[in-house]
């Protein structure tokens, strides 16, 4: 049973979906009573389409000639290193998958590695966790063993003596990377060459929604549709005026969060094999492209419930750790009310073991009259890393289904933290982008379908002459499209730090 929010309320608030007929009037009592304030004071003052029209309005807009899967490209770091597969003493026990074992390089004998990639070349010297000690001259080009490649290497230094222990420095999994490529003084040959990385070929694709409403013609007689002034407060208490009914007031406020839910939550419905599995109602596939949440690193997304301060910067890090210079590394982080809490108290707490909470600057008043304020909003750290706080009212929309955060009474969702470098990337170009059709007709439209009535017509008035109609049903229709996408540029510049409950 829903909970009254005062004694003098008459009735409770009621939902419905489809047809808005003559009864639903009497739960906006529309029919027996008269609202004689001008305005309607939402419950919920915050507007959550605009939350979510707020978020998703600071990024840039792209346009598209045609509705198709669209591609980018990422490029990747070219400086890399590779897991070592096996270790053999010579190339006949690598093809008969003989794996050698204790110390291996005495005198500068040979003995082969064997790496899943090529990306050494015969005079390369590479090295692996300690390179001061053990370093590795590779003497021949690489052989191929199936899909794997062999490369034949010798100790490097001064020392016949050096030997290097199998078992622990050349164990599966230890990683090699390329120093750089020794050559003799007198007539040398060849140097080593240039590694590439490709690029990473990114695609996604615009996805299609719509949405509609139907009203019999004799609701123009009960004024629901009767285009009045209306006044509604912004997340400020500011009022604004519109001149419009109801019904379009409803329709066009839920029109606007389900297309911001679309540029979050769609997911790619496209099977391996290139087809669809969703069909729509007409029998053609449903093609929908990834929204914002998908396209988010999965190594990016981490499950914390009770993540402290300790835990985000060391996020923050692996976020920056050779990706970022140390003067670029700033951040902006969203979370919900709770976790706006949840992160001042660590802020504070930190604060206090420098500055006494800066109390001369949050405390005000006098004698009985005091008063504590503020709340802390950014954050530095070591290596250059900085944040600043920002709430992300829409993880509280209680519209979206959340178990309890563990104590409290405030939804898991509001303790999700979403981070986003700040900045550009570096060639200027945003790294998050809203992809719409450049046909404006085609982006979004909006129609209604006349019957014998229309959405335009006066209450208490009726046509002298005839005029047309599509239809001989006594109302209207309403009928809403619009195509649009998101796309990440770089998905591993984003990172979501979320409840095990979400």
Do not use: C
């Not at 001149?243 to 409803?250: C, P, R, V």
């Not at 606007?256 to 419905?269: G, H, I, P, R």
């Not at 992160?343 to 109390?359: C, G, I, R």
């Not at 229709?477 to 095990?500: D, F, L, V, W």
Request: hydrophobic letters at 35%.
């Amino acid at each position: 049973m829903a909970t009254s929010i005062s004694a003098l309320q008459l009735t409770q608030a009621k939902s419905w979906s489809g047809m808005t007929k003559e009864n639903h009037l009497g739960y906006l009592m529309g029919r027996d009573r008269i609202l004689f304030t001008e305005f309607v004071d939402e419950i919920m003052a915050i507007n959550y389409a605009d939350e979510y029209k707020k978020f998703l309005g600071q990024f840039p807009e792209r346009t598209l000639d045609q509705d198709s899967e669209y591609e980018w490209f990422l490029k990747g770091i070219n400086l890399r290193n590779y897991p070592l597969i096996a270790v053999y003493t010579d190339l006949a026990a690598a093809q008969a998958g003989t794996t050698a074992s204790g110390n291996l390089g005495f005198g500068f004998s040979t003995f082969v590695l064997e790496f899943d990639v090529r990306m050494f070349e015969n005079t390369d010297k590479i090295v692996s966790n300690k390179p001061e000690i053990f370093q590795f001259q590779v003497v021949q080009e690489p052989v191929a063993n199936g899909s794997n490649w062999l490369y034949v290497v010798k100790l490097w230094g001064s020392n016949p003596t050096l030997t290097i222990p199998a078992a622990t420095e050349l164990a599966a999994g230890a990683r090699f990377t390329k120093l750089y490529s020794p050559t003799e003084q007198t007539l040398s040959v060849k140097g080593g060459n240039v590694s590439h990385d490709g690029y990473f070929k990114m695609y996604n694709r615009m996805s299609n929604m719509r949405k509609m409403y139907e009203a019999p013609g004799n609701m123009i007689d009960m004024k629901i549709n009767q285009a009045q002034r209306v006044k509604f407060k912004d997340q400020n208490g500011n009022l604004h005026d519109y001149w419009m009914d109801m019904l379009t007031i409803d329709y066009l406020k839920e029109w606007d969060t389900e297309k911001a839910f679309q540029l979050m939550y769609s997911k790619w419905n496209k099977t391996a094999n290139g087809t669809y599995q969703h069909d729509g109602i007409s029998g053609n596939p449903i093609m929908e492209g990834s929204g914002f949440y998908e396209q988010v690193s999965p190594s990016n997304v981490y499950q914390n419930t009770l993540w402290d301060l300790d835990y985000v910067t060391a996020v923050l890090m692996s976020l920056s750790y050779n990706k970022i210079k140390q003067s670029d590394r700033k951040f902006r982080i969203w979370g919900g009310e709770g976790a706006f809490i949840r992160m001042h108290s660590f802020l504070d707490q930190t604060a206090l073991v420098f500055s006494n909470n800066n109390a001369g600057d949050r405390v005000s008043g006098a004698n009985n009259d005091l008063m504590v304020s503020g709340q802390f909003k950014r954050y530095g750290w070591l290596n250059g890393i900085q944040f600043e706080l920002d709430v992300m009212p829409f993880f509280d929309d209680p519209r979206i289904p959340s178990q309890l955060y563990p104590n409290s009474n405030l939804p898991a969702r509001s303790y999700e933290l979403l981070i986003m470098e700040m900045g550009n990337a570096k060639d200027g170009k945003p790294n998050i982008e809203i992809v719409r059709p450049k046909n404006q007709l085609s982006r979004e439209v909006h129609r209604y379908i006349a019957g014998l009535r229309t959405p335009y017509d006066t209450p208490g008035y009726s046509a002298a002459d005839p005029t047309a109609a599509t239809s001989s049903k006594d109302g209207w229709e309403m009928h809403s499209q619009a195509t649009a996408g998101i796309q990440i540029n770089n998905p591993t510049k984003i990172a979501r730090i979320i409840p095990y409950q979400i």
